[in-house]
């Protein structure tokens, strides 16, 4: 491991990056704090 691998990034852009291929919803929505799917603001 070196610090010539990291890579700063925010929360959003890491889970794009990270786990948009593994992710239970698309683009455009999540899940609330009650676990319903929302539209994102």
């Known amino acids: ?19 948009e291929k593994n992710s239970p919803v698309v683009e455009g929505v999540m899940f609330d704090e009650n676990g319903d799917l929302i539209q994102k603001e």
């Open 1 to 19: 491991m070196s610090f010539h691998n990291l890579e700063l990034l925010c929360q959003d852009c890491h889970n794009r990056e990270h786990h």
